[in-house]
């Protein structure tokens, strides 16, 4: 049983069916009256033709029509009143003579031999009605306005009429998506029957609702609010008695620092790693079964997504145990320190994120292919054809009388055309589209549920693909941290004093927001948007694909202000250190929250097949934490991989952070006002709250060593620091930190920064909290709950 998969196949197969239909019922909404004139014997083939639907049929009526039309009123005038009464009178005989079908208890399912031709959809009949009748009494003279119960009840009336008809004809009455759109009709056509009165009551009930709901609520609140600093001083008298006090000191205490430096940091690897062995052995045991037992492409379909979650949570476990082996010693590891490490590292997650990479490749050649195509035949083809068309229109203006009759002539032999040779076209053009597509992209007529065979399957599938994607932003991160170290370690990069002599010629240097690759010098167009992605062609066949990103991480932003201002600091070995340490960082807090969308999900596939629970539910489970965490984590993702550095989102303007210390007349002590945190990812609370959160932190480990610098401003922290962390914990080490000149805040995450640097990151964070600028931790109390079950 596959109901997912047949959902989402259900879903996908009926708005295949649906927009086209629309399209088709709108275009062709303008020619409908022909089909009156088919009925009455006259033009049959044309107006069967119109009849049948289509989208090239109906915008050739429709384009007819409308030069029919201007010829008409060209010829007799724009204030010609029996001209309006005879054009509306057709559409409005046309749409009553649809409504008998759609209103039929089965919706038109069964149509009798004979029967007058409806749309597709029955949503252009009711409208046929409506715009005729309103023509029609406009051209008599009639210009009572509608009731205002009438306003709101016809629209809700058509889409009652569209969704049914649609749901039982066109969908065939079965499946999620015809479900819901007769859920849907339903619900318009009590909201049509039902009087006002009946509406306008339901919402007082619903107001009153709320307002009970909250007058107890703020009781309760009231209650607790006056209740709570009497419990308050209970559990603190309690909690301050000698016997607590000791048991907590000498046992509970203890064990919690053992648990979350020795135990806690090594549970997800655990787990993944127990995920690598149960895909290991699942792939080797489904690959020796009888392959006679499902299709090649379920077949595939499953070994698939157990090769990529089982090699992706092994390197998961990797990084997870590198990163907790860096906790347990007491400091964080800095393993990209090691080359060897690092290349690894690289190769691995390159290895795991091929498939994304030939897709992104794959589709960067077919737009490169088809760029000149477009460009060179397709735009100006329909230019051409859009200056034909208004060509027709000023002739119809102009010459009606013969406007009018060649356009009539035009179309029989047009479609007259088509339906003889329509047959041999499609005879010599159909086996090439199939044979190109089936060769090109392997496309068959299989159904989602033949290629995934069941909901496990897809559920593997997806989970695969999230392990694919995270390990290629990882690689991508790696990339272009190793090719920044490696080139400053060979000599092949320009060194500090030479970069800054550059800038100095420049009238406007900047530098990447992400990695410091620079100097750029600011001039010309700001626009990094326009020829981004182009190909640029030259003669004799050369070229080459145009970036407007950075050459070294590829960091993108639509304009050039918003590069930061040049500095230079990360070309000094203590930003190279910073930009290494971020790196790594960066990919554990990624790797982290992908390793918690497989382990999760793998365990509910393998708990209900222990305890015999259908397939559906179990998948269903699975589903619903990949829902979640999918949106729960994209914007992190994109955060942390594009961090917001210098983006000032105040009043919808993006202004470079530059002096904000000075504007405010305050003294300059750890240049934060030269340099904004950067990759943060936001808060939903407001600034003054965060800060107060950050402020408030009293970690018990602070990983500040001699001559360790401010991950945003790159200053070094006074020697007193290093001290600091090694004696004091807690809030003594808060105290002695702020007490400092410039004063320094410990974040909870045992890193620190400035106290101006922190301001300044708590400026440009966003969405609902803020995180490290170094280690990427969620460093605010809004942001700790979701980032420990998510991300």
Same mark, same amino acid.
């Given at each position: 049983m596959s109901f997912v998969v047949s959902t989402v196949e259900n879903l996908v197969s009926s708005l295949a069916k649906l927009v086209p239909a629309v399209l088709s019922d709108l275009l062709g909404m303008a020619a409908r009256p022909v089909v009156l004139l088919g009925q009455a014997g006259i033009a049959a083939d044309t107006a069967a033709s119109f009849a049948s639907g289509g989208i090239l049929t109906g915008l050739l009526g429709t384009i007819s029509a409308a030069l029919v039309g201007v010829g008409l009123f060209a010829l007799c005038g724009p204030k010609c009143t029996p001209l309006e009464f005879l054009v509306a009178a057709p559409y409005l005989a046309d749409g009553l003579a649809q409504l008998p079908q759609i209103l039929l208890p089965l919706g038109g399912a069964a149509v009798p031999l004979g029967a007058y031709p409806t749309c597709r959809t029955g949503a252009t009949a009711p409208l046929q009605i409506l715009l005729a009748t309103w023509a029609m009494l406009h051209a008599l003279g009639v210009h009572n306005s509608w009731p205002r119960w009438l306003t709101s009840?016809? @629209?809700?009336?058509v889409a009652a009429l569209f969704l049914r008809f649609t749901a039982l004809r066109l969908l065939g009455g079965d499946g999620a998506a015809a479900v819901c759109l007769l859920a849907l009709a339903a619900t318009s056509a009590v909201y049509c029957?039902? @009087?006002r009165a009946l509406w306008e009551a339901l919402g007082r009930l619903v107001r009153r609702a709320f307002e009970a709901a909250r007058a107890l609520l703020s009781s309760a609140y009231l209650v607790l609010e006056r209740l709570l600093p009497h419990v308050r001083a209970a559990a603190v008298w309690l909690l301050t008695r000698p016997p607590l006090v000791a048991l907590y000191e000498h046992a509970l205490k203890p064990l919690a620092q053992l648990l979350d430096r020795r135990v806690l940091p090594w549970l997800l690897p655990s787990c993944t790693a127990g995920v690598a062995l149960s895909c290991g052995l699942g792939f080797a045991s489904f690959a020796a079964a009888d392959p006679s037992l499902c299709s090649a492409t379920s077949r595939g379909a499953h070994l698939g997504g157990l090769a990529f979650c089982g090699v992706g949570a092994a390197l998961s476990s990797l990084v997870l145990a590198t990163r907790a082996a860096g906790l347990t010693i007491g400091a964080p590891a800095d393993p990209l320190r090691s080359p060897l490490f690092a290349i690894a590292l690289a190769a691995l997650s390159r290895g795991l994120a091929a498939p994304w990479s030939a897709a992104r490749f794959a589709w960067r050649q077919l737009m490169r292919a088809l760029r000149p195509v477009l460009e060179h035949l397709v735009w100006p083809l329909l230019r051409r054809l859009c200056e034909a068309i208004g060509q027709l229109f000023r002739l119809a203006v102009e010459l009606p009388?013969? =406007?009018?009759?060649? /356009?009539?002539?035009?179309?029989v032999l047009l479609l007259k055309l088509a339906r003889e040779h329509s047959g041999w076209i499609y005879a010599r053009a159909a086996p090439a589209g199939h044979s190109l597509l089936g060769q090109l992209l392997g496309l068959h007529a299989v159904s989602l549920r033949e290629a995934?065979?069941?909901d496990a399957a897809f559920a593997l599938l997806l989970m695969g693909s999230l392990q694919v994607g995270t390990f290629f932003v990882v690689h991508s991160s790696l990339r272009a941290v190793r090719q920044a170290l490696r080139r400053a370690s060979t000599g092949a990069e320009l060194s500090a004093a030479e970069l800054q002599g550059i800038a100095a010629a420049m009238s406007d240097p900047r530098q990447c927001g992400r990695c410091g690759f620079g100097p750029v010098d600011h001039r010309g167009c700001d626009s990094l948007r326009t020829h981004h992605g182009e190909v640029a062609t030259a003669r004799g066949g050369g070229g080459g694909h145009i970036s407007n990103a950075c050459p070294r991480c590829g960091w993108f932003t639509p304009s050039l202000r918003e590069w930061p201002a040049w500095d230079g600091l990360y070309q000094t070995e203590e930003g190279r250190g910073v930009l290494r340490r971020r790196a790594w960082s960066e990919a554990a807090v990624l790797v982290r929250a992908s390793s918690k969308a497989l382990?999760? @999900?793998y365990a509910a596939l393998q708990f209900g097949a222990k305890l015999g629970l259908p397939a559906a539910l179990s998948s269903a489970l699975a589903f619903t934490y990949l829902l979640p965490w999918m949106f729960e984590n994209l914007k992190s993702f994109s955060a942390l991989v594009d961090p917001p550095t210098y983006r000032e989102r105040w009043g919808g303007r993006l202004r470079r952070r530059q002096g904000a210390a000075a504007v405010e007349g305050e003294d300059d002590h750890c240049a934060a006002s030269r340099r904004a945190a950067s990759s943060l990812a936001? #808060?939903?609370i407001e600034p003054d709250e965060a800060l107060a959160n950050i402020l408030g932190a009293a970690p018990e480990r602070l990983f500040i060593s001699a001559g360790e610098v401010c991950p945003v401003c790159l200053d070094a922290f006074p020697d007193e620091c290093a /001290?600091?962390? #090694?004696?004091? =914990?807690?809030a003594e080490a808060a105290h002695a930190l702020a007490a400092l000149d410039p004063a320094v805040v410990g974040l909870r995450c045992g890193h620190a920064l400035h106290v101006e640097? #922190?301001?300044?990151?708590v400026r440009v964070a966003e969405l609902r909290h803020v995180r490290c600028p170094l280690c990427r931790e969620p460093v605010t109390l809004a942001g700790s709950a979701s980032a420990r079950a998510f991300s």
């Open positions: 009840r016809i @629209p809700a009336a029957v039902t @009087p009388l013969l =406007s009018i009759p060649l /356009t009539v002539a035009s179309n995934v065979g069941s382990v999760v @999900p936001g #808060a939903a /001290t600091i962390a #090694a004696s004091h =914990s807690g640097c #922190a301001e300044a990151a």
